[in-house]
């Protein structure tokens, strides 16, 4: 099985600063995708990044990056100039590479971006 | 944005009333899934369906029950809804092997 943790329950960062969130996962499998998911308040979950396994290549979407460590076993997020926009909870979520498409998720972060 | 619905939004009901949450995409996924999430917690995932006629339960036991006759529609019901019940109600869907779970905005049910 497949476990997702997210060791910050909660961080917060000033407006413009750069902030990283922690993930770490357990897996036995070698082909698999790792994500990062926004929720803000009373608002929709989507998607913020996405990283193939098997690229070593670190994914980024504009001001979003991660830093995938596949031997630790490591998939932190990095915003950049954050914006008060970013306030939300942040999922890591891991998925393996198969039919179903199953998620596995973390706990969550909760960010808060202070003017 | 995804294009996929829940409705209602918001539900307050009493204990014992029969309910049926809605979710519904327009993505011709064949993967769909239910979520439960308290507020600020994770997710529990708690049905998923491959395709039309194909439900499974997930890891998080519930006295909910789902079906899937058409491949855009993965309606939840809960035949008796009680105060534990009450929580947020996530429905996603996905289609190739890897592609992302796009998410519902999700209905919040409060049981009286």
């Known amino acids: 099985a497949q476990t997702v943790t997210q060791s910050q329950p909660e961080m917060s960062v000033q407006e413009a600063e750069t902030v990283t969130l922690s993930c770490t996962y357990d897996?036995?499998?070698?082909?698999?995708?790792l994500f990062w998911y926004k929720q803000p308040p009373s608002r929709q979950m989507i998607l913020v990044i996405r990283?193939?396994?098997?690229?070593?290549q670190n994914a980024t979407e504009n001001r979003f990056s991660v830093n995938f460590q596949k031997a630790a076993k490591s998939f932190s997020l990095k915003i950049s100039d954050s914006q008060l926009g970013d306030t939300a909870m942040y999922f890591c979520?891991?998925?393996?590479?198969?039919?179903?498409?199953?998620?596995?998720f973390g706990g969550g972060t909760r960010l808060m971006v202070k003017p | 944005e995804a294009d996929i619905y829940q409705t209602p939004r918001y539900l307050v009901i009493g204990t014992g009333k029969k309910i049926t949450l809605e979710c519904s995409q327009t993505m011709g996924h064949d993967k769909m899934y239910w979520y439960q999430q308290d507020p600020g917690m994770e997710l529990h995932l708690i049905h998923y369906s491959y395709g039309v006629n194909s439900t499974e339960k997930g890891d998080l036991s519930s006295e909910s029950t789902v079906s899937r006759i058409r491949t855009e529609h993965f309606p939840l019901t809960l035949e008796s809804a009680r105060p534990s019940h009450t929580s947020q109600y996530l429905c996603?869907?996905?289609?190739?092997?890897?592609?992302?779970?796009?998410f519902g905005p999700g209905t919040r049910l409060l049981v009286l």
């Open positions: 990283q193939e396994a098997y690229k070593q």
């Open positions: 979520a891991f998925m393996i590479n198969n039919a179903g498409n199953m998620l596995t």
């Open positions: 996603a869907s996905s289609s190739n092997p890897g592609e992302t779970q796009y």
């Open positions: 897996t036995s499998e070698n082909n698999y995708y």
